[in-house]
């Protein structure tokens, strides 16, 4: 989802609306991305979106800043379009996946924009109601294969999926002003977390960063295993081989993907380059000292089982 900046519209004329609908076909050959709905309101728009090559990032730039670029020439303005980033949450393929496409095929009825969603041109609802080959592009198929496996049935199946108002936990979590990272049942949150949080922040989530280990986390973690005190991480011995401070700093850029900077704050350093040095004494070190390997396995093990238990 995203939407204009200062709630402005990002939609003024019906040749904006073809223009958007014809970039998401277009973005969705270009990048094989397969959208599976869609719907655009006059301030925003959402699109559900399933990026087999991992690509969201670059497909949605290229949507974004190609749609900036003819809105502004239409209508003579200048500047930026869209209020920053897109929004973006992670669904599991289950009933969660349904409800949602049923929350965004509904959104210009609860908008008040009609009376019936029929009646709204610019969203994929109409699109799940039509065989004609225009809509060849739409992903809808394995939508309505959830609601029933006989194709036969498609049809009269998602009218009366689409009669029925959106589940409370989907518009609830939708609608509020800090998404969540993901929509779906605990089971599935905790396998993304198990994935994700181990040194695989991924850019294609934009949320990412809060699967991540805390740096507590990591701190009491390296403490714990060399039963030392917290303090002694922070003191730096030059000619020593500071072991657990070493490692602590190298699971900081492993695990959480800190910049060097920020890890030279972290650790009162004078140089972010000494950051380095150290990561790569450590990378050194673990590819002939079994040992150490042994040793930074064991807390990485300690801090992503914590992070699960979040």
């Given amino acids: ?13 019906t040749d904006d609306y073809e223009v958007f609908v014809e970039l998401l076909r277009e973005t969705s ?41 003819n809105f502004n020439r239409r209508n003579n303005y200048d500047g930026t379009l869209f209020r920053g980033r897109y929004k973006s949450i992670l669904v599991s393929a289950d009933d969660y996946l349904l409800q949602l496409v049923r929350y965004i095929h509904r959104s210009p009825l609860k908008a008040g924009l009609v009376k019936t969603i029929n009646k709204y041109r610019w969203s994929s609802h109409k699109g799940y109601l039509s065989a004609a080959g225009k809509w060849d ?33 989907v518009s ?24 994700y949080d181990a040194g695989k922040t991924d ?6 960063r809060s699967l991540v280990p805390e740096k507590e986390q990591i701190i009491n973690s390296v403490c714990g295993y060399y039963s030392i005190d917290t303090d ?45 040095s150290v990561i790569e004494r450590v990378k050194a070190r673990l590819a002939v000292d079994k040992q150490l390997k042994k040793c930074v396995e064991k807390i990485s093990d300690d801090v992503i089982k914590s992070q699960e238990q979040i």
């Avoid at 990272?181 to 993304?192: A, E, K």
């Avoid at 850019?203 to 990412?208: K, L, M, T, V």
């Fill in 1 to 13: 989802m995203n939407r204009g900046r200062r709630l402005e519209k990002i939609f003024n004329s």
């Fill in 232 to 276: 002694e991480l922070f003191v730096s011995r030059r000619g020593q081989f500071n072991e657990p401070r070493n490692v602590a700093i190298y699971l900081f850029r492993r695990l959480r993907r800190d910049r060097l900077t920020q890890i030279c704050e972290e650790f009162k350093m004078q140089k972010y380059s000494s950051v380095s």
């Fill in 172 to 195: 609830g979590a939708l609608d509020g002003k800090r998404w969540p990272v993901f929509l779906g049942p605990d089971s599935f949150i905790d396998r993304v977390k198990s994935e």
């Fill in 29 to 69: 050959e270009m990048w094989n991305i397969r959208i599976a709905a869609y719907c655009l309101m006059p301030n925003h728009y959402h699109i559900l979106v399933q990026t087999p090559e991992a690509n969201l990032s670059r497909s949605m730039r290229h949507l974004n800043g190609i749609y900036t670029q």
């Fill in 137 to 169: 592009w739409l992903d809808k198929k394995f939508i309505l294969s959830m609601l029933t496996p006989k194709k036969k049935d498609w049809l009269k199946e998602y009218r009366k999926f689409i009669k029925k108002d959106c589940d409370e936990s």
């Fill in 203 to 208: 850019d294609e989530i934009p949320q990412a």
